[in-house]
């Protein structure tokens, strides 16, 4: 009897131990989000949301747009606060901002959202030459100081396509002023060349053009998710932006 009540306590034994929850496979709980050209941080909330109530640690830059440099800047403030490895991400043109500024060593992984996505020695406006998007020539209001905004009918025809037009309208409203000096900088880094990479493609893309975007995303390795959207797409399509990232953090040892 004794025997039999030892078995049977070994049986529940193991059968409690394979009930419990594997463990947690390794990634990345630390994400930092860069926002593109003329936006702010709040295009990102339906990704913050998500990655949050998903129990990642989200840190979101607020880029100045008064140079490059001061971007990268603000990027590597923003990285070097983090404890432990870190998952950049970039928007438009701050794909161009964490291609610098990704070259910190506790960034392991990088995530391109409809972004650019420099070799050395590039610029964005070669970039956008190489293969244009729809943006109209006559699209920018360019200030005395050197800083532009694009033009509101613009904005909303190509910049915010697939928005509903009241948000489309708003982010055109909401826009920051960006120092054109910007699009002549050529990147002195290109930190996909060995930082693992990601590339949500919009493929409704009228800024940055989608052919550019997969011929960069080509050209860097970069696994490629394509996502039926116009350019701003963490607004758009939060939940596709949200799985590329998670995709990535899962991938981090």
Known sequence: MDRISTLLASLTIVAAA???????AAKAGNIVLVHGMNMDGGAWRGVYDRLTADKY?????????????????ATRRAVDAQDGPVVLVGHS???MVISQAGTEP????????????PEIGESLGFLNASIP?????????????????????????????????AEARYTAMFQT?????????????AAW????????????????APELQRRMSKRSGAKVVEIHGGHLLPISHPS??????????????
């Open 106 to 117: 506790q960034v392991r992984a990088l995530v391109y959202v409809a972004a650019f996505q």
């Open 18 to 24: 394979a009930a419990l929850p594997a463990p947690a």
């Open 177 to 189: 002023p960006a120092n054109t000096a910007i699009f002549g900088y050529k990147a002195e880094a």
């Open 93 to 95: 043109y701050g794909g």
């Open 193 to 208: 060349h060995n930082t693992p990479s990601w590339a949500a493609i919009a493929t409704e893309d009228r800024t940055i």
């Open 133 to 165: 998007g729809k943006l109209p020539a006559d699209a920018l209001t360019v200030f005395k100081d050197g800083f532009y905004l694009v033009k509101p009918d613009a904005w909303i025809a190509d910049v915010a396509n697939g928005l509903p037009e």
């Open 57 to 73: 640690r989200v840190t979101v830059v607020q880029l100045p747009m008064t140079s490059i440099q001061d971007d990268i800047a």
């Open 240 to 253: 596709e932006v949200t799985a590329v990232i998670e995709d990535a953090a899962a991938s981090v040892k």
